[in-house]
Nanobody, 127 residues
């Protein structure tokens, strides 16, 4: 399994960016794709999840109402639409994947269960 993340960049506060995560190599369709981020000097933080099996979505409180996760099955790509960006959203963003039977609603919000990771893509929000 491989994950390819893209779409990072620099924006001003209040701006928008869309991150993409394209996966390949899965032989099942019941897996979870998550976005995590890591700011300098801070721990990796869960941002959002998409359950490929039932289409359910989940968001951290810090991004709820501003970020939207979605998937294009034809392109095997999960998108993270980020609106109303704030300086505190500045971080390296990673997408990660795990077979859904290996996580619960609690553990899907932690990095440990995720077996597959993308390279990071940097998002900088600054005026």
């Amino acid at each position: 399994v491989q994950l390819q993340a893209s779409g990072g960049g620099s924006v001003q506060p209040g701006g928008s960016l869309t991150l993409s995560c394209t996966d390949s190599g899965f032989t099942v369709d019941y897996y979870v794709i998550a976005w995590f981020r890591q700011a300098p000097g801070k721990a990796r933080e869960w941002v959002s999840c998409f359950n490929r099996g039932d289409g359910s979505t989940y968001y951290a409180d810090s991004v709820k109402g501003r970020f939207t996760i979605s998937r294009d099955n034809a392109k095997n790509t999960v998108y993270l639409q980020m609106n109303s960006l704030k300086p505190e959203d500045t971080a390296v963003y990673y997408c990660a994947a795990v077979i859904s039977t290996f996580v619960t609603l609690t553990t899907m919000k932690t990095p440990d269960p995720y077996k597959y990771w993308s390279q990071g893509t940097l998002v900088t929000v600054s005026s």
